[in-house]
Structures are given as C-alpha cells and as structure tokens.
C-alpha cells in the first residue's frame, strides 16, 4: 500500500498539510522534505528502531513523517522525562538511536537539525508499506507503574482514523488546530488521520488559551483534540462556538460543571475513550449523546463489552484492527492482557441504556493537566530511602492542573528534603508531589496501604 503522505502528495500537491509558526506548508513540499530526512536516514544506515523526543514544531513534524517513509518504527518518547527514565524505557525494547535536541551520554543521540540539514542531497526513499508493519511505539504503564511499550501498526492507525472519522466527522476541509504534545497518541494520531485524509492541521508550540482562541476565530478551525483541564481553560477564557464542528475530549473524565458550561454555550463536545493501547480514542459520544446521557462516552458496539460486572460494573474489554497485538515490553503481560480475543483495559465501567460509562480511569492512576502519573513510580524511589518504612501517594486537588500527587510517608523525623533531593534526580517534575506529610499510613486488615484511607486523612489534614 503507498504511504499515505505520498498519496496526498501526488492527488492534492498544493492543499495545506500545515500551519504553524507563521509558516504555511503544502502536502507536496512536506512529502518533499520528509523524503529527503527518509533517503539520509537510509544512507546512514540507521536502525529499523529509531526513538525520538518531539516538540510541536515543523521540524518534529518533517522527522516524524521522514522515519516513517524510510520505513523505520517510530519510538516517541516524553520530552519531560528524565535520563534515566528515557534509558530505563529505550532500552527496555533495545533502542540505539535516540533524535533529540538534549545530550545523553548512554545512547546515540542525533540532533533534530543536523539531520535536517544533511538531508538536502539526499532523495531516495520509500513509498509502500505493509500493514502488519509496526509503525510506531509508545510507553504506557500499568497501575503498577511498569513501563509497557505498545507496537501500533498501519493497520491499527488506520482503523482508528477510520473509527474516529465515523464517530467524529471530519474530511479534507477540516483544519485541525493541535496543541496536545507529539509523543502522546491523541496528537500523533492527528498527523496521521491528515495523511490520510487530507485536512489541514494548525499546529501550537504550546498550549496558550488566548492564542488558542484567537487561533479559533480567525484561522476557521473546525475541529480541535483537548483534555478536560485544557477545554476549562478555554471556556474561563471566553470560547465560544464560532465555527468550530467538534472538540474531541480525552485524557480524562470531564466534571459535570466543565460539562454544563460547554453545552450553555452550545459547544460541539465529544467525550471519548481511548488509550495508547487502541491507537487513541475507541468509543466516542456525540454532542446528541451526552445531551441524552450526559456522563457517557458513547454508544455501544459488539466490539466494547463489561465482563463479569459487580452491581452493573466490570472491567472494560475491547477488540477491534486498531487495538494493538500485545505489549513488546513486558511481554509476560499479555498473559494477562486478552481474553477471547477482547483486550483488558484495566478501567472499570458500566453500561447503561446502550452507552458506556467508565467509572474509574485505572484504579490508582492521577492524572494531572492530561498526564498520567503513577502513585507507585513515586513511591519506588521515595523507598529507596534507608529511613523510609513506608510511604503512599495519593491525588489531590489542584485547581489549574485537574489533579497533584501529594504523598504521605513513615519515617522518624522529618525527610522532606531528603526526600526532594532524590526525587528530583530520578522523575520528571511533573510527577514531584506538591505536598508531603510524615504520619502514621493506614492499612487494611490484612495489612495493605489503604490509600483510599490515606487519601481521606489527607483531605481532613489540609481542610
């Protein structure tokens, strides 16, 4: 099958592939470019695994689209990862080469421009692929915090695009506005739905709500991907309809008053369920749904199902050509991970008047301005103090970021700083708890931390 870049690049040569920075690219000079990044990724001889940390910016965009022609898995990583958390996932799938603008010592790093810029007197390049091929990777983690690396083939981008299209209308004339990061899935797979489909995409650096909803009304976007803290910021700032067809909510469960001020404004809203795992979204419900059944992320299909539900609720199973194969890393995990041919989410949920309601987003999971942070990735380092006998860490509250780690830990006399120090070393900063508290933890009858005990404590402490 020719890759869906080519494509666009021969049909629609002079259509918009891109807006950003002020720059306008065309799908025919975009293919241009990327083929030229693809043939001196081939001439370097490089691996068939090639991780890269990109920004949202034209140069990540041109990167991202080359390694796919030269027909290379893509490895996205988090550009808010420390080193060693960068090793730990790169290495844990035996990744060589790493294209970032940071310096690492214990990997092959290539800088962004230095393989832009060699690139010019190179042309050759791919135009086909295989379905089954893995086109990209990416990291997730389990409520365990075990890093678990995720192949996505063609086929499974494909299907989801052509999902999301059914659920999410969308053609050649949208313009996308994406301000969500490239590494995660929601955004990656908008570069590639406009590959496939041909609509123009309005790419941000970062997310500014004033320059978003500038960017709204006077660059006729139509369609635009947020997770609920982002849409919030949005609506505080003014957002109103203007032309705009749908905004795809994801990341996250969206409050009932985010909900309430979006459909006084009558905002196209779409609330989703999906995870990297399906390629993105997997079931979507439309404004007409959530009018209907307003906590409901959509209306259910043979392919979505709650298995062994406990008063109404059960765990989340799904199959479809965009829910991927099973994990590279652990590979132990897939054990665990499919039952008859449907895949575990590990999310709880409840179906109701044909819609699927989730109900917890992975037990212990905290999810702060659309990242996934997990309680015991924390922990583990936290541990790793001699002096630590115990420790849990909970969600709080935060009114900019949706939700903070806070972390409660036994010990003897106070290690805040100690415990800073060593944090800040080992996790990105997003994961740092906002708030710590030395103090008994309780536990279970059986001896387990109750975090959910731990959390309720917590909230009477900082009333």
């Known amino acids: 099958m020719n890759h869906w870049l080519y494509t666009q690049a021969m049909n629609n040569p002079e259509r918009i592939a891109l807006i950003t920075g002020g720059l306008e690219l065309t799908f025919g000079k975009l293919y241009s470019r990327a083929q030229k990044v693809s043939g001196h990724i081939a001439a370097l001889n490089l691996p068939q695994r090639i991780a890269v940390q990109p920004h949202n910016q034209l140069s990540s965009v041109i990167i991202m689209h080359g390694l796919i022609l030269a027909g290379r898995e893509v490895v996205t990583v988090n550009t808010h990862l420390t080193e060693s958390e960068v090793m730990q996932q790169l290495s844990s799938i035996q990744v060589e080469v790493l294209i970032t603008d940071r310096q690492y010592t214990a990997i092959h790093s290539i800088s962004p421009e230095s393989l832009l810029l060699d690139a010019d007197e190179v042309t050759e390049t791919m135009t086909t692929f295989e379905e089954d091929d893995i086109l990209s990777i990416m990291?997730?983690?389990?409520?365990?915090?075990?890093?678990?690396?995720?192949?996505?083939?063609?086929?499974?981008?494909?299907?989801?695009?052509?999902?999301?299209?059914?659920?999410?209308?969308?053609?050649?004339?949208?313009?996308?506005?994406?301000?969500?990061?490239?590494?995660?899935?929601?955004?990656?797979?908008?570069?590639?739905?406009?590959?496939?489909?041909?609509?123009?995409?309005?790419?941000?650096?970062?997310?500014?709500?004033?320059?978003?909803?500038?960017?709204?009304?006077?660059?006729?976007?139509?369609?635009?991907?947020l997770v609920p803290q982002t849409l919030e910021w949005l609506l505080d700032a003014g957002l109103e309809r203007h032309q705009l067809q749908g905004l795809l909510i994801g990341g996250a469960k969206m409050d009932e008053r985010t909900l309430e001020k979006s459909l006084e404004r009558e905002l196209p809203i779409y609330t989703s369920f999906g995870m990297t795992e399906t390629c993105s979204q997997f079931i979507t419900a439309t404004p007409e749904d959530i009018a209907k059944y307003p906590n409901s992320v959509g209306r259910v299909t043979p392919d979505i199902k709650v298995a062994a539900p406990l008063n109404g609720a059960g765990e989340i199973l799904v199959k479809g050509d965009n829910v991927m194969n099973g994990y590279l890393y652990p590979q132990q995990a897939n054990a665990t991970s499919f039952t008859d041919g449907f895949f575990m989410t590990g999310d709880v949920g409840r179906i109701t008047n044909g819609c699927l309601y989730v109900l917890d987003r992975r037990r212990d999971l905290i999810i702060s301005g659309g990242e996934n942070i997990y309680p015991s990735e924390i922990e583990q380092v936290v541990l790793a103090l001699p002096a630590i006998s115990a420790c849990a860490v909970v969600p709080i509250e935060d009114d900019k970021w949706g939700q903070r780690p806070a972390l409660v830990y036994e010990a003897p006399e106070n290690m805040d700083d100690e415990i800073r120090q060593v944090i800040a070393g080992s996790i990105a900063k997003y994961k740092h708890p906002v708030m710590m508290k030395r103090a008994h933890i309780a536990r279970t009858s059986n001896g387990k931390i109750s975090r959910h005990r731990v959390r309720e404590w917590l909230l009477n402490e900082i009333q």
Do not use: M
């Open 139 to 225: 990291f997730t983690s389990g409520t365990t915090g075990v890093q678990k690396a995720v192949p996505q083939t063609f086929r499974n981008h494909y299907a989801s695009a052509k999902r999301c299209r059914q659920s999410f209308p969308y053609d050649e004339d949208s313009r996308w506005l994406l301000c969500l990061p490239l590494y995660h899935i929601s955004a990656f797979s908008i570069l590639l739905r406009s590959a496939i489909e041909g609509f123009t995409i309005v790419l941000f650096e970062k997310f500014d709500a004033v320059n978003v909803l500038a960017s709204i009304k006077d660059q006729n976007i139509t369609h635009i991907s």
